[in-house]
């Protein structure tokens, strides 16, 4: 098209040190997408700017979403077990039998999950464990 373009400026990954206000003892995280991923367990930051100064990054526990979380776990863990029992059903009254009925596997499938589900939780130390 004959626009003559020049670039002003190659990008470049973007940097920031983590840990501590002296660069010397500070780790140098890098991304090429401008977002952190897993420097803290869980959490995305996202590089928007610069800055000379430190920056604080606070992170917040999200009620909501935890309470989602479980009751999808609750909900799944609910719909398995009812399809389980279903399965292995048997009506005595009509003599109907469940697709796996008698089947140890499914059997112990069962089993293992309640006893998962009812177990300590890993790495929890305080009054919900």
């Given amino acids: 098209f004959g626009l ?22 500070a780790v140098l995280l890098t991304s090429s997408t401008n977002t952190l991923d897993n420097v803290i367990s869980g959490v ?8 000379s100064d430190p920056v604080t990054v606070n992170v ?3 009620n909501d979403k935890i309470i989602s979380s479980i009751k999808t776990f ?3 863990y609910n ?8 399965v292995t059903r048997y009506d005595p009254e009509t003599e109907v039998k469940g697709t796996l009925l008698g089947d140890s596997l499914v059997s112990n499938l ?9 177990a300590n939780p ?6 919900y464990d």
């Fill in 60 to 62: 917040t526990r999200d």
């Fill in 79 to 86: 719909t398995l077990v009812d399809r389980i029992a279903y």
């Fill in 110 to 118: 069962r089993a293992s999950l309640g006893q998962t589900a009812l």
């Fill in 4 to 25: 003559d373009l020049t670039s002003l400026d190659k990008g470049n990954d973007a940097l920031a040190f983590y840990g501590s206000t002296d660069p010397a003892s």
């Fill in 122 to 127: 890993i790495g929890v130390d305080d009054e």
């Fill in 74 to 76: 609750i909900d799944a």
């Fill in 44 to 51: 995305s930051i996202d590089l928007t700017g610069t800055s």
